[in-house]
């Protein structure tokens, strides 16, 4: 399995950007699709985006809107969330995963083998 950490959660205000990242520190050989999901308090985790690992073909959740990007940098095997015009609703743990060859395009949770332990990101208004 691929080892991720995510950092850069913490408490923003409506309308602020943050940026999430997320380090892959062993098995990175393995990553094909590069994604983020989401769990909001008292809800079931979501997808936000993804990204092929070699090729610059991110999908979205439709909620994103524009507002979000997923830039990568594949020297340092690191996916970054690039997050702008912050909602309340996306006050929620963020966490990092990765799949396997065969991926791209998967929204799924069980499609998705490795996963990071979670960064917080709360919105106030």
């Known amino acids: 399995q691929v080892q991720l950490v995510e950092s850069g959660g913490g408490l923003v205000q409506t309308g602020e950007s943050l940026r999430l990242s997320c380090a892959a520190t062993?098995?990175?050989?393995?990553?094909?699709?590069w994604a983020w999901f989401r769990q909001a308090p008292a809800k079931e985790r979501e997808f936000v985006a993804a990204?092929?690992?070699?090729?610059?073909?991110?999908y979205y959740a439709d909620f994103v809107a524009g507002r979000f990007t997923i830039p990568r940098d594949n020297a340092k095997d690191t996916l970054f969330l690039q997050m702008n015009n912050r909602i309340t609703e996306d006050t929620a743990v963020y966490y990092c995963?990765?799949?396997?060859?065969?991926?791209?395009?998967?929204?799924?949770?069980?499609?998705?083998?490795?996963w990071g332990q979670g960064t917080r990101v709360t919105v106030s208004s």
């Open positions: 990204v092929n690992r070699n090729a610059d073909r991110p």
């Open positions: 995963a990765t799949a396997p060859p065969g991926s791209w395009g998967a929204r799924s949770e069980s499609t998705f083998d490795s």
């Open positions: 062993a098995g990175t050989y393995r990553i094909t699709t």
